[in-house]
């Protein structure tokens, strides 16, 4: 399977028609029935796998390198939705740091 025919799945799956997908995602009429094979430009490539909550990898491959669970994609889509994203980096990193505190303060106590 090629890259253009997982994305013709997923439309069906999400019931949108490629029409529908290229309009909301700015692109030409017919921009993806007629890119061949899996020569899809990167830019246009991303755009699709956010819209449909993909890796780039899968619409490539068809494969993730790396399955994640329900929980992650929702702190992702989070992620993608918040302004300040340095504040939840910098939340996770105390967090991490905590935890790594704490796993050390229990080996010496």
Known sequence: ????????????????????????????????ASTKSNNMRSDRLMAIADYFDVTMEYLLTGKDSESIS????ELINIYRQLKDKQELRDYAHYLLSREKRDVTDSKIG
Request: hydrophobic content about 35%.
């Open 1 to 32: 399977m090629i890259c253009t025919d997982r994305i013709k799945n997923l439309c069906k799956e999400k019931e949108i028609t490629i029409a529908r997908l290229e309009k909301e995602l700015g692109f030409a009429n017919g921009t993806i």
């Open 70 to 73: 329900d929980w992650e994609k």
